[in-house]
C-alpha cells in the first residue's frame, strides 16, 4: 500500500476498542458463571482468535454488530478441545490461555502464526510449572506450539524478571485455581487491565505496588464490559496531528488508564499541544477525548525507565515523532522491543534509515536525531501490525511515496485503521 505527504489532518474519529481489554472480558466472561456482554469490543484479527479459542473451548458466544455475549459456564465449565487451539499472531491469547489451560483437567495444544511460534514462552513455563503445570514446548525451542496437560496448581510467589502484563495475567488465571494465595512481583508495574477486571467480575485481587495478589475463587459473575478506546490505536493519530502542519483532531473515547498513558506524557514532555477532555470511567478504566494540535516546536527526549511498560508498544510510533523533534531523543530499558511480533529496533531502526532519518540501534533501545527531513522508501514490516501503522504516518510528513508492504497485516489490531486516516483527510 502506498502513502504520501498529506495536507493538514482535521476532524473527530473514535478509535476501536482498547486490544487487552477485549481479550480479558472474553477470557473472564467464559469462567464467569452467567451471560457477559460486551459494547466496543475489538474486531481484530487478535480478539476474534481469541473467541475462537474459547468456542472450542466449549464456550458460546454470540457475535453481533455492536454487542459480544459470552455464555460463561464458570472457572470449571470449560471441556477439552478437539482440534489445535489456534492464537494467529495474538501474544496475549497465547500467554493468558496457557495459565487457564494449566489448570484443567484435559491436555490441550497451542498454536500459532510463524511470528508466536518464534516469541518467548519460557516466561510463563517456569511459573506455571512452579504451580504444578505440565507445559511441554513441542519443537523443544520453549516457543509455541505448547502441549498443557492440566492439573491440580499450587499457588505461588513469582517475582517476575519481566515487567509484562501478559507473564503476570498467565499466572493470576492460574492462580484462580490454585491451592492458597498466588502472588506476583514485577520490576515495574505492567498494566493493571487484569487485575481491574478480574476485580470487577468479583475475584479477590489486591495490589500493592508492584505485586499482586490473588486468592482463589470459584465464583466470578458475568458482567457488563464497555470496552475504553484504544490509546495504542490512538497514538497513530495523536503522533499524524502532531507532525501534519496545521493539524487539530479530537480522537474521543480514549482510554487513559495509568499503565498505558506514556505516550501521553512523552508528547507532553516533547512539548506537544494535547488536551484532556471529558474525564470518565468505565468498568474501572479511565478514558478521555483528546484533542490534539500539530505541534512545530518539539524537542527531543530520554523515553526510559519506569515509562517504559507504559508505552512499550507505542514505541514505534515515538521512534516516528522523534524524527520531527528538535534535539536528541534516546529511548533505553526497551529490549522487551525485540521480542514482540517482530524485533521491532530493528525494524524500526532500518525503515527509518530507508526514510533518511539519523537514528541508531543500541542493546535496549535506540537513539534518534531529530530534524533531518524524512523521503519515501519501501517498508519492510514482517507482517507486524504497528510497524506498518506507524510507517503509514510517517509518511504523511516525507517528501515522495512510502511503499508499505504487506499492509493488510493492521488487521490484527485496528482493521479501519486505513478509513479513519481517510476520514481525517477530507477537507
Ligand atoms: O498480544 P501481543 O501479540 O503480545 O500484542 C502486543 C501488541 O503490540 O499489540 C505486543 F506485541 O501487545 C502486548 C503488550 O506489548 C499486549 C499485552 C497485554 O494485553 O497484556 C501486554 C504487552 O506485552 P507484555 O509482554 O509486556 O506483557
Same mark, same amino acid.
Given at each position: 500500500?502506498?502513502?504520501?505527504?498529506?495536507?493538514?489532518?482535521?476532524?473527530e474519529?473514535i478509535v476501536?476498542?482498547d486490544?487487552?481489554i477485549?481479550?480479558?472480558?472474553?477470557?473472564?466472561?467464559?469462567?464467569?458463571?452467567?451471560?457477559?456482554?460486551?459494547?466496543n469490543?475489538?474486531?481484530?484479527?487478535?480478539?476474534?482468535?481469541?473467541?475462537?479459542?474459547?468456542?472450542?473451548?466449549?464456550?458460546?458466544?454470540?457475535?453481533?454488530?455492536?454487542?459480544?455475549?459470552?455464555?460463561?459456564?464458570?472457572?470449571?465449565?470449560?471441556?477439552?478441545?478437539?482440534?489445535?487451539?489456534? +492464537? $494467529?499472531?495474538?501474544?496475549?491469547?497465547?500467554?493468558?490461555? #496457557?495459565?487457564?489451560? /494449566? *489448570? &484443567?483437567?484435559?491436555?490441550?495444544? @497451542?498454536?500459532?502464526?510463524?511470528?508466536?511460534?518464534?516469541?518467548?514462552?519460557?516466561?510463563?513455563?517456569?511459573?506455571?510449572?512452579?504451580?504444578?503445570?505440565?507445559?511441554?514446548?513441542?519443537?523443544?525451542?520453549?516457543?509455541?506450539?505448547?502441549?498443557? +496437560? $492440566?492439573?491440580?496448581?499450587?499457588?505461588?510467589?513469582?517475582? #517476575?524478571?519481566?515487567? /509484562? *502484563? &501478559?507473564?503476570?495475567?498467565?499466572? @493470576?488465571?492460574?492462580?484462580?485455581?490454585?491451592?492458597?494465595?498466588?502472588?506476583?512481583?514485577?520490576?515495574?508495574?505492567?498494566?493493571?487491565?487484569?487485575?481491574i477486571?478480574?476485580?470487577?467480575?468479583?475475584?479477590?485481587?489486591?495490589?500493592?505496588?508492584? +505485586?499482586?495478589?490473588?486468592?482463589?475463587?470459584?465464583?466470578?459473575?458475568?458482567?457488563?464490559?464497555n470496552v475504553p478506546g484504544d490509546i495504542?490505536?490512538a497514538?497513530?493519530?495523536i503522533?499524524?496531528?502532531?507532525?501534519?502542519?496545521?493539524?487539530?483532531?479530537l480522537i474521543q473515547n480514549v482510554g487513559i488508564n495509568s499503565t498505558r498513558d506514556g505516550i501521553l506524557r512523552?508528547c507532553k514532555?516533547?512539548?506537544?499541544?494535547i488536551t484532556l477532555e471529558n474525564i470518565s470511567s468505565k468498568n474501572g478504566e479511565s478514558t478521555a477525548d483528546l484533542l490534539i494540535?500539530?505541534?512545530?516546536?518539539?524537542?527531543?527526549?530520554?523515553?526510559?525507565?519506569?515509562?517504559?511498560?507504559?508505552?512499550?508498544?507505542?514505541?514505534?510510533?515515538?521512534?516516528?515523532?522523534?524524527?520531527?523533534?528538535?534535539?536528541?531523543?534516546?529511548?533505553?530499558?526497551?529490549?522487551?522491543?525485540?521480542?514482540?511480533?517482530?524485533?521491532?529496533?530493528?525494524?524500526?531502526?532500518?525503515?527509518?534509515?530507508?526514510?533518511?532519518?539519523?537514528?541508531?540501534?543500541?542493546?535496549?533501545?535506540?537513539?534518534?536525531?531529530?530534524?533531518?527531513?524524512?523521503?519515501?522508501?519501501?517498508?519492510?514490516?514482517?507482517?507486524?501490525?504497528?510497524?506498518?501503522?506507524?510507517?503509514?504516518?510517517?509518511?504523511?510528513?516525507?517528501?515522495?511515496?512510502?511503499?508499505?508492504?504487506?499492509?493488510?497485516?493492521?488487521?490484527?489490531?485496528?482493521?479501519?485503521?486505513?478509513?479513519?486516516?481517510?476520514?481525517?483527510?477530507?477537507?
Amino acid at each position: 500500500m502506498d502513502f504520501e505527504r498529506a495536507t493538514a489532518l482535521k476532524g473527530e474519529i473514535i478509535v476501536p476498542g482498547d486490544k487487552s481489554i477485549s481479550h480479558r472480558a472474553v477470557m473472564f466472561g467464559a469462567l464467569s458463571r452467567g451471560t457477559t456482554e460486551i459494547t466496543n469490543f475489538l474486531n481484530g484479527a487478535d480478539c476474534l482468535s481469541t473467541i475462537d479459542c474459547f468456542r472450542r473451548l466449549g464456550i458460546d458466544i454470540e457475535t453481533k454488530k455492536d454487542c459480544i455475549k459470552i455464555y460463561g459456564k464458570g472457572l470449571h465449565g470449560l471441556k477439552k478441545p478437539e482440534q489445535i487451539l489456534e +492464537t $494467529g499472531n495474538s501474544g496475549t491469547t497465547t500467554r493468558l490461555l #496457557s495459565g487457564i489451560l /494449566s *489448570a &484443567q483437567p484435559f491436555e490441550s495444544v @497451542l498454536n500459532g502464526d510463524a511470528s508466536i511460534q518464534t516469541r518467548p514462552m519460557k516466561r510463563i513455563i517456569l511459573p506455571l510449572s512452579d504451580m504444578g503445570a505440565n507445559i511441554i514446548s513441542l519443537r523443544n525451542n520453549d516457543c509455541a506450539p505448547l502441549r498443557i +496437560t $492440566g492439573t491440580h496448581l499450587k499457588g505461588i510467589h513469582y517475582h #517476575s524478571p519481566v515487567a /509484562s *502484563a &501478559q507473564v503476570k495475567s498467565a499466572i @493470576l488465571l492460574a492462580g484462580l485455581y490454585a491451592d492458597g494465595e498466588t502472588s506476583v512481583t514485577e520490576p515495574i508495574l505492567s498494566r493493571n487491565h487484569s487485575e481491574i477486571m478480574l476485580r470487577y467480575f468479583g475475584a479477590d485481587v489486591i495490589s500493592e505496588d508492584t +505485586t499482586v495478589t490473588i486468592h482463589p475463587n470459584p465464583n466470578l459473575t458475568g458482567q457488563k464490559v464497555n470496552v475504553p478506546g484504544d490509546i495504542s490505536s490512538a497514538a497513530y493519530f495523536i503522533v499524524a496531528a502532531l507532525i501534519v502542519s496545521g493539524s487539530e483532531i479530537l480522537i474521543q473515547n480514549v482510554g487513559i488508564n495509568s499503565t498505558r498513558d506514556g505516550i501521553l506524557r512523552v508528547c507532553k514532555a516533547m512539548g506537544a499541544d494535547i488536551t484532556l477532555e471529558n474525564i470518565s470511567s468505565k468498568n474501572g478504566e479511565s478514558t478521555a477525548d483528546l484533542l490534539i494540535r500539530s505541534t512545530a516546536a518539539l524537542h527531543g527526549t530520554t523515553i526510559a525507565g519506569d515509562l517504559i511498560p507504559t508505552l512499550i508498544d507505542e514505541l514505534p510510533i515515538l521512534a516516528v515523532l522523534a524524527c520531527f523533534a528538535e534535539g536528541t531523543t534516546v529511548i533505553k530499558d526497551a529490549q522487551e522491543l525485540k521480542v514482540k511480533e517482530s524485533n521491532r529496533i530493528d525494524l524500526v531502526v532500518k525503515n527509518l534509515s530507508a526514510m533518511g532519518a539519523k537514528i541508531t540501534a543500541t542493546d535496549d533501545g535506540m537513539v534518534i536525531e531529530g530534524g533531518h527531513p524524512l523521503h519515501g522508501a519501501v517498508i519492510e514490516t514482517r507482517q507486524d501490525h504497528r510497524i506498518a501503522m506507524s510507517f503509514a504516518i510517517a509518511a504523511l510528513a516525507a517528501d515522495g511515496i512510502t511503499t508499505i508492504k504487506n499492509f493488510e497485516c493492521v488487521n490484527v489490531s485496528y482493521p479501519s485503521f486505513y478509513e479513519d486516516l481517510a476520514k481525517l483527510m477530507q477537507r
